[in-house]
């Protein structure tokens, strides 16, 4: 099956960049995404990638796809103390259903 | 619009007895998933429907759960005779299943405690 793996914590300071990496198993996935959860409130989505992109920037957000390592990563610039939370990496099944399959979390932390 | 509603927020029950967990989907949104997320662990799929029948339910863990959607828009989980293990936060999500992609807008979920 699917397995997505994250590292479990990380502290940034206040205006720095964060850079949260992730690895995948599916090389068939079409579509990776970036999940954000605070508490007390549920996931949201921040953004994705298509797999035939290397690239893709929202706003304070980067995202970078490695598809021959299965690499994912999500930086983003500026952080602040809002931005502070769980931040989830998935694939999605591309067997019709698209369910998504999780990593473990990383949690954010930023330092004021 | 409203998003994606589920109850109760908070469960508590005995080992051993029956629940029943709610999700309200967005409205029109013909895709709805359940997710369970234990303590520390991302979200695991549980179940997806489309519409009112369930189209992949290969991660239920066992028979003591079902999920039903009878009329294609609200879902209740049912777990039977309840275990410890079941403790968790279920998630329910719906989409639009539009192509090329489709966004899963989450509920804020049930923390279920088994005691």
């Known amino acids: 099956g699917e397995d997505v793996e994250q590292s479990l914590f990380l502290s940034v300071r206040e205006g720095d960049s964060s850079v949260i990496n992730c690895t995948y198993t599916?090389?068939?996935?079409?579509?990776l995404y970036w999940y954000k959860q605070e508490p007390g409130a549920g996931l949201q989505l921040l953004t994705y990638i298509f797999s035939n992109m290397d690239m893709k920037q929202d706003q304070r957000l980067t995202v970078l796809l490695n598809k021959k390592d299965k690499h994912l990563s999500l930086r983003i610039a500026d952080t602040q103390t809002g931005d502070s939370a769980i931040y989830f990496c998935?694939?999605?099944?591309?067997?019709?259903?698209?369910?998504?399959?999780f990593g473990t979390g990383t949690r954010l932390t930023v330092i004021p | 619009g409203a998003g994606v509603s589920q109850t109760p927020s908070n469960k508590v029950t005995e080992k051993g007895k029956y629940v029943e967990l709610r999700c309200d989907p967005i409205?029109?949104?013909?895709?709805l998933y359940w997710y369970r997320q234990s303590l520390g662990q991302g979200p695991e799929f549980l179940i997806y429907?489309?519409?009112?029948?369930?189209?992949?339910d290969s991660g239920l863990p066992n028979d003591r759960f079902f999920a039903v959607r009878p009329e294609g828009s609200v879902s209740t989980l049912k777990i039977q005779r309840t275990e410890r293990g079941d403790s968790a936060v279920y998630l329910c999500?719906?989409?639009?299943?539009?192509?090329?992609?489709?966004?899963?807008?989450f509920g804020p979920g049930t923390r279920l405690t088994v005691t």
């Open positions: 409205s029109g949104h013909t895709a």
């Open positions: 998935a694939e999605s099944d591309q067997t019709g259903a698209n369910n998504l399959f």
């Open positions: 429907f489309q519409g009112t029948g369930a189209a992949d």
């Open positions: 599916d090389s068939s996935s079409t579509y």
């Open positions: 999500a719906s989409s639009s299943d539009r192509p090329p992609w489709d966004e899963q807008y």
